[in-house]
């Protein structure tokens, strides 16, 4: 039975999508396009890590545009997590680094937290990046 109904929403699936890749579709002045996956370039799983760890990683952000693009300010979801930006003014298909340090101090189990970077594209003036945990004593 639970064949018979992944077959059906498989079909349904082609049906509705069609059997070709998915092109992103290209914005103007984007930094990230599309809907947010956690394979995606904004999303970083940092495994397991030990309780009180400092952990550091960079993400890339690329103006894909064909203006240049401002970057207003990066804020975090919390305390436990401080953001960088390298260069807040970044030309047609320039890009910079985001460098993110997380502490895990007094977690457990897993967490997430976000970084928010606010532009001036009109397309997407918000730009949410994630990084996800697995605490461990």
């Given at each position: 039975?639970l064949?018979?109904?992944?077959?059906?929403?498989?079909?349904?699936?082609?049906?509705?999508?069609?059997?070709?890749?998915?092109?992103?579709?290209?914005?103007?002045?984007?930094?990230?396009?599309?809907?947010?996956?956690?394979?995606?370039?904004?999303?970083?799983?940092?495994?397991?890590?030990?309780?009180?760890?400092?952990?550091?990683?960079?993400?890339?952000?690329l103006?894909?545009?064909?203006?240049?693009?401002?970057?207003k300010?990066?804020?975090?979801?919390?305390?436990?997590?401080?953001?960088?930006?390298?260069?807040?003014i970044?030309?047609?298909?320039?890009?910079?680094?985001?460098?993110?340090?997380?502490?895990?101090?007094?977690?457990?189990?897993q967490?997430?937290?976000?970084?928010?970077?606010?532009?001036?594209?009109?397309?997407?003036?918000?730009?949410?990046?994630?990084?996800?945990?697995?605490?461990?004593?």
């Amino acid at each position: 039975m639970l064949n018979i109904c992944l077959a059906v929403l498989l079909l349904f699936s082609l049906f509705q999508y069609g059997c070709y890749p998915q092109q992103r579709k290209r914005v103007s002045n984007s930094i990230i396009q599309g809907v947010l996956l956690e394979d995606d370039r904004n999303f970083k799983d940092l495994g397991q890590v030990r309780e009180g760890e400092l952990v550091k990683i960079s993400f890339v952000i690329l103006n894909e545009g064909d203006r240049a693009l401002k970057i207003k300010e990066v804020n975090t979801s919390c305390g436990c997590t401080v953001a960088e930006i390298g260069n807040k003014i970044l030309g047609p298909w320039e890009s910079t680094n985001l460098d993110v340090v997380f502490n895990a101090k007094g977690y457990s189990g897993q967490v997430k937290q976000f970084i928010y970077v606010s532009t001036d594209s009109l397309d997407m003036p918000t730009i949410k990046f994630i990084i996800k945990a697995d605490i461990i004593k």
